[in-house]
Every structure is written in C-alpha cells, then in structure tokens.
C-alpha cells in the first residue's frame, strides 16, 4: 500500500529522520496560513501517489503567502499527470506546505526487499533528487548496495562505509549512519516494502534534511499494525482494485482488452502469457483464490466486465478446492445480472469440470468452451479480429 508524503514523514520522523517543517493543508486558505507560520517562502506540493510530481508541475516554491494560498487553488481539486500516472491523472485533495530548504548536496538513499538475496538491501547514491532509474542507466557505478543480513541485522558500521562510499564529508558521516540505520528500523519496524528518501539533502551548515520521502507499506501486515489501514487513500487507488480489496479478490488493472478471471496465482500469470502468445494484451490480473464460492465467482467476473476497456474475457478455472461447477454457477449468476454481450472463452479443467462446462452449455450463455489453452489462443484471435 502506498502512502502520501506527509504521512512518510511523520512516520520518518517519529524514528529520528530530521524532515522540513511544514504543514499539511486541504485548502488555500490553510496553506496560506501555514506559509505564514513559517516566514511566507515555501514549497507548496501535490500529495498524490505517484513519482514525478515536479515536471508536471505539482510542486511550486512561492515567496509569500498569498503565492502559496494561489498555488494551493492551482493544484487542489484538479487532476495532476505525470509519467507515472493514466492520461486521466490522479486527484489532488492535500497539498503539502513545508519550508524551503538551502542545498548544498541532494543524495539518494532507499531500502527494498532484494527477492534472489532474500534480504533488505540498502541502496545509496551521490546522484539524488532524480529519478534513481535514469541514474543507474547513465552511471550505474553511483548505485551503492548494502545487504543487510536478516539474522545479523543492521550494524552501524553498514551505515558509516555507505555514507563514505557517498562521498560525505566526515563531520556529517556519523549523522548520515544514524539515519541509514532510523531508515532501516522504518522498514523493518512497520513492515514497509519501499522506504525511499529522494533526495537527502545535505544544507550548507551541515545538516542532513529528508526533502522528499516514500514509504510502500506491506498490506499483508495490516493484522501487526492497526493504524495503517487509515493511511491509505482509496481517491488515489483504481476505483476496481479497491472494489477488488473488499471482497478478498487480487485483481490488478492493466492496459489490455482481455478481462482475465483465474483461480490461483500461478495460473493467472501463465494466462497471461497465454494471452500475450496470442498477440493481445490483457487487462488485468486476477485471481479469485482457492477457497472461492458461487458469490465471489460472480464478483470476480463483474470486475472484470466493469473494466470499459475489456472487448472480450477469458476464464480460466482448474478445479481444486474451488471446484469448476461451483465456477461456472457463479458465472451463470453474474451473466444474468449483466448480459454482457463481450465474447467469453472458458478453459475448465479438474474437479467437477464436466458439470462446470454443462452448466455453461445448459445456461444459455455464448461462452467458447475451450479443452487446452492453444484452442484457447485461437479463439481469442477470432474473436479479437471481429
């Protein structure tokens, strides 16, 4: 689950990262009195869940207050795009007011998940306040690495070699471990995915500010941290994937036709696969789960057909402990509700998968029952030509 900057920050500071002081205001008039408080020169920025806010104009720095109240009427209620956004953007409902900040030096600090290491690797580099991808495409030497040995754990001296490697100057070196290793503790105390600070800037009189923070949080830990669920913003969110999220369905949304339906995580990405072979695209990932009954069946399938940009749907079930007949009852329901007229191919193979393709056959729908997956890629091409 992603989160707004503000609420990185808060969380960052909570563990000992020094952050800009600032303000979170949801309309002009509040950031006009937050510029105040903090002397009339800010930086007003856009809190929405994607990179590359400052090229698309989401992030303005104003010399008074009534610039920043202006800004904040610029940027709240409006859509923002960036190259990490749809063409529709993504709604801007708070807009971040902090203090401008002198640098001297903008450095790039983050923590992953390294999944061939199976262990959290500190990653730090000179080249901050840009985006970290185009850094290791042009000078892939400026990426540092650090794993971090899940048993061991964070050792301080991990934090003092990286911010040498970085080039920092020594009086700043001690601060900059104390920060790697409050980093850490973020993403292993509240079981983060991604916790990112780009850049870490380094002021003129030494200091170490977060000008910028990231933080992915583990939506698999919700039961370990009560609070996080109340960070997320379902405004920032494909309205599908949250719908999706109620009802314990994986369902990711991509730029495809193809409306994918399959039990088991596995099998979707073979599906997939299956559906680039035969030269389409798919629209989403989903996967309704082992332990699926008729209703989320049918739930499945009205996500996928609420998707406008779906023209034909494929289903794939292999019966287990959702067994196909209970697969193609809940299939048979939603169709009633929908009568969708997209042409449907239907894979069915396992438990009950005779019963599941005779309920098909017995219902009416103008399903393409299909035995193997290469029948299946020919009828997805068939049906794609009309």
Avoid: W
């Avoid at 290793?181 to 079981?191: A, P, Q, S, T």
């Avoid at 193809?258 to 979707?268: E, H, K, Y």
């Amino acid at each position: 689950m992603k989160i707004h900057e503000h609420q990185a920050k808060a969380i960052f500071a909570r563990y000992g990262i020094p952050v800009p002081e600032g303000g979170v205001a949801s309309t002009p008039q509040e950031a006009r009195e937050i510029a105040q408080r903090l002397g009339g020169r800010v930086v007003v920025k856009a809190q929405v869940h994607a990179g590359g806010r400052g090229r698309a104009g989401g992030i303005k720095v104003v010399d008074s207050p009534e610039a920043a109240q202006q800004a904040a009427v610029a940027l709240l209620g409006k859509h923002l795009v960036t190259h990490q956004t749809g063409p529709e953007g993504v709604p801007v409902s708070k807009v971040l007011v902090e203090q401008v900040v002198p640098v001297e030096r903008e450095l790039y600090l983050a923590i992953v998940v390294d999944g061939s290491g199976k262990a959290p690797v500190i990653i730090g580099s000179e080249a901050g306040g840009m985006d970290i991808e185009e850094v290791a495409a042009i000078h892939p030497e400026k990426i540092l690495q650090v794993r971090v040995d899940p048993i061991i754990g964070f050792q301080p001296y991990m934090g003092r070699d990286l911010a040498y490697a970085m080039h920092l100057p020594s009086a700043v070196v001690r601060n900059a471990a104390t920060i790697i290793g409050n980093l850490h503790r973020v993403f292993i105390d509240e079981d983060a995915t991604l916790a990112e600070i780009n850049p870490l800037v380094l002021t003129p009189d030494g200091k170490l500010l977060a000008l910028d923070g990231k933080l992915n949080l583990d939506d698999d830990a919700f039961f370990r941290h009560p609070t996080h669920q109340q960070l997320q913003d379902p405004e920032q969110e494909d309205p599908l994937e949250v719908e999706a999220g109620k009802y314990d369905i994986s369902y990711v949304k991509l730029d495809g036709d193809v409306g994918c339906m399959v039990n088991g995580a596995g099998l979707a990405m073979a599906t997939l696969d299956v559906i680039n072979a035969a030269h389409a695209q798919p629209a989403n990932f989903l996967d309704i789960g082992g332990g699926g009954d008729e209703a989320k069946v049918a739930q499945a399938f009205r996500l996928v057909v609420a998707d406008p940009k779906v023209k034909r749907v494929f289903i794939n079930v292999f019966g287990g402990i959702l067994r196909c007949d209970v697969a193609a009852r809940g299939i048979v329901q939603a169709y009633g509700e929908l009568k969708t007229p997209m042409p449907i191919v239907v894979r069915m193979r396992g438990t009950n998968a005779e019963e599941g393709r005779q309920i098909l056959n017995d219902s009416g729908i103008p399903v393409r029952l299909v035995a193997d997956l290469k029948e299946a890629i020919a009828q997805l091409q068939q049906v794609g030509r009309r």
